[in-house]
């Protein structure tokens, strides 16, 4: 099994810049492709970015607009998702997620889940 921490949630606002981070246990992170999902109050989880067991390959949804990047280091069993030019639409628990299969889009099945770290972006 895996247990995933997230890490770096906080209040900012709008224009501003965050980075999380996840933590991940075991020694085989790096046969786990990794993803990002937020959920705003009275709305569905949504997918917001993934990355392929290496890093070689990235996937973001399409309100990202180039504003995110994702990214992991397997010597550290950590991923990190770094926002800029945060808008308050962004305000959400964002969670981190892995599972064996790679993770593109809010369909793909997830194995594990972390608890969740709050993103905060004032108007």
């Known amino acids: 099994q895996v247990q995933l921490v997230e890490s770096g949630g906080g209040l900012v606002q709008a224009g501003g810049s965050l980075r999380l981070s996840c933590a991940a246990s075991?020694?085989?992170?790096?046969?786990?492709?990794m993803g990002w999902f937020r959920q705003a109050p009275g709305k569905e989880r949504e997918f917001v970015a993934g990355?392929?067991?290496?890093?070689?390959?990235?996937y973001y949804e399409n309100f990202v607009k180039g504003r995110f990047t994702i990214s992991r280091d397997n010597a550290k069993n950590t991923v990190s998702l770094q926002m800029n030019s945060l808008k308050p639409e962004d305000t959400a628990v964002y969670y981190c997620?892995?599972?064996?299969?790679?993770?593109?889009?809010?369909?793909?099945?997830?194995?594990?889940w972390g608890q969740g770290t709050q993103v905060t972006v004032s108007s």
């Open positions: 990355i392929s067991w290496g890093g070689g390959s990235t």
């Open positions: 075991g020694r085989t992170f790096n046969n786990y492709a």
């Open positions: 997620a892995a599972d064996r299969r790679l993770i593109v889009s809010g369909t793909t099945p997830v194995a594990y």
